[in-house]
């Protein structure tokens, strides 16, 4: 009789200390995360941009606590911080640039590393996916009252810091990203003023765009080397049909099969060419006598002396003859050839430098 009562009185006092042992099991650990219930739940918080080569990272933070009630979190049950711990609210969300002109530029398949920061000690996040819709809420359990909270966003070795309590930004080496704006990405003609291939006794339906320049620090998956920056521009040319006549009622048209550009900027061949792929990029265009080049040009030019240029533009086709009429003697074959430059900066360099840079050109072309 005594041995069962000394048993019942060890299984007695044991009972609730195994159940606190339990506890502390079920509680988080630092590092944890804890998915909120509503994708956008801490959208009143504290928000801060980040710019990355992939797009645009929306954050939001509250003020860290010690619990989460039930009706914040996605399993409906709370949760609270382990002792010496709080959870860091976060809200997240990853848009692509609100214009797509860029995106074959800035396109890589490296993601960014993310890491909180947090008294002295640092936690990874998994990032947001690119093609996510909506938000992504969660808590991240962290040592410490939380005062301290910093999100260090690393994106291919270049480092960007938010800080979580006051929304300030530190950009580093990829401010450039943030001076990236729709306004510099408007289309604009280069046919409109310049001849081309037009003369007194030929024609050309001849079309030519130009997006941009823009600066960029980031460019066909790499950071600019250290004192320069990438200038990037999208050129596009059509030949829709070129015409030519005796100026007595005889005349020929010619469809193109084949055509060649080669741009310049201030004399200098571009660091590469990468093609838009789509259509504009087809000679012919499918179902289309249109002769396209369509071409995003990547230049490496001095940080401290950005704005490059003039662009030039040496455009030649190769001809196939379509039909002639009134006896006009037409070449089956022929090639044609065209070049135009232009200013691309408001402000141009000075025209000494201007007419010293044609000068070496027009030599190089003769």
Not at 58 to 76: N, Y
Not at 308 to 333: F, I
Request: proline share 6%; hydrophobic share 35%; glycine share 8%.
């Amino acid at each position: 009789m005594r041995a069962r009562a000394v048993v019942g009185l060890v299984l007695l006092v044991l009972t609730p200390l195994l159940a606190a042992c339990g506890d502390d099991q079920d509680l988080p650990k630092a590092g944890d995360i804890i998915r909120a219930r509503l994708d956008n739940q801490f959208k009143k918080a504290r928000e801060s941009e980040v710019q990355l080569p992939t797009g645009r990272l929306i954050i939001r933070s509250g003020q860290p606590v010690e619990s989460a009630s039930a009706d914040q979190t996605r399993t409906r049950e709370v949760v609270d911080a382990p002792s010496g711990a709080v959870l860091v609210p976060i809200s997240w969300q990853y848009d692509p640039w609100a214009s797509d002109k860029l995106d074959r530029i800035f396109a890589t398949e490296d993601s960014p590393i993310v890491e909180l920061d947090s008294g002295g000690n640092s936690y990874r996040l998994t990032p947001p996916q690119p093609e996510a819709e909506g938000a992504e809420s969660f808590f991240v359990v962290v040592t410490g009252d939380g005062t301290e909270r910093t999100l260090k966003i690393t994106f291919d070795g270049v480092a960007q810091t938010v800080d979580l309590r006051t929304g300030s930004r530190e950009e580093g080496d990829a401010a450039g990203l943030y001076d990236i704006t729709d306004e510099k990405l408007k289309q604009r003609s280069c046919s409109d003023d310049e001849k081309w291939f037009d003369t007194t006794t030929q024609l050309a339906e001849f079309e030519c765009n130009l997006t941009g320049p823009v600066l960029t620090p980031y460019a066909s998956g790499e950071w600019a080397p250290e004192g320069e920056l990438w200038l990037v521009m999208t050129a596009a040319t059509q030949l829709r049909v070129f015409g030519e006549t005796n100026l007595f009622g005889g005349g020929a048209r010619y469809g193109a099969t084949s055509t060649k550009v080669v741009p310049k900027l201030a004399g200098e061949d571009p660091d590469q060419e990468l093609s838009t792929d789509d259509d504009a990029d087809k000679c012919p265009m499918p179902a289309q006598t249109t002769c396209g080049w369509s071409k995003s040009l990547i230049f490496s030019v001095p940080a401290d002396d950005p704005e490059q240029g003039p662009l030039k533009l040496k455009v030649s086709y190769k001809l196939l003859l379509g039909t002639s009429w009134n006896g006009y003697d037409a070449d089956k074959h022929k090639r044609i050839v065209a070049k135009e430059k232009f200013k691309i900066w408001k402000k141009p360099a000075k025209k000494d430098k201007l007419d010293r840079q044609d000068e070496q050109e027009d030599q190089d072309d003769a």
